[in-house]
């Protein structure tokens, strides 16, 4: 895993296997009760954790843990397939109902953004069901912009709901960009 054991803060550090099952809590009400991800089931803790697995051997993937609970998680992922693509990240974060308004997402989301700048990524995406001023809010306060609304992309609860995608860019468009993860 990347990062594996890494602790960040006194809160912060890299997922561990083990804690799929706290993460798949977090996760499950915002597939069952929200529009937020247009996942339609709640994925098996097996599959669950082969996803974990997939992603933090190749992105950062940070856990808030306060006294043995996990309140929230962040990651990058894959932005598409072709290898054109690889300098671009999409992020994904989650907090706990009550953790809203803490400022926990604010942490997990800068030490994750610093590693990914620190990977040689260029740009981040946020793909985000709209509206949702929550967490466009979020993305913008930390320097994310607008750059594209897709109408009535997903069908989730009945209703057709549209997609923001937002961008920020944390390494200049160099004509000879490199990853730390090929220069090795």
């Not at 895993?1 to 499950?28: C, G, H, P, W």
């Not at 932005?79 to 400022?103: M, N, Q, V, W």
Request: hydrophobic share 35%; net charge positive; with cysteine.
């Amino acid at each position: 895993m990347k990062y594996e054991n890494a602790q960040f803060t006194k809160n912060i550090r890299t997922v561990k296997l083990s804690d799929a099952q706290a993460i798949l809590d977090i996760y499950a009400p915002y597939i069952t009760n929200t529009t937020v991800t247009f996942e339609y089931q709640v994925p098996s803790l097996e599959a669950f954790t082969k996803r974990i697995e997939t992603i933090s051997k190749e992105y950062p993937y940070l856990v808030w843990e306060n006294d043995g609970k996990i309140l929230g998680y962040a990651y990058g992922s894959k932005y598409a397939e072709r290898e054109a693509y690889r300098f671009s990240t999409d992020l994904s974060i989650y907090l706990c109902p009550d953790s809203h308004g803490k400022k926990i997402g604010t942490q997990l989301y800068s030490i994750l953004l610093d590693l990914l700048q620190k990977e040689g990524y260029r740009t981040l995406y946020a793909v985000i069901s709209h509206p949702n001023l929550p967490s466009e809010g979020f993305h913008k306060a930390l320097g994310f912009e607008e750059f594209a609304l897709f109408k009535k992309t997903g069908y989730k609860f009945g209703k057709w709901i549209d997609v923001l995608w937002m961008q920020k860019t944390i390494n200049p468009y160099d004509q000879n960009p490199i990853l730390e993860k090929d220069k090795k």
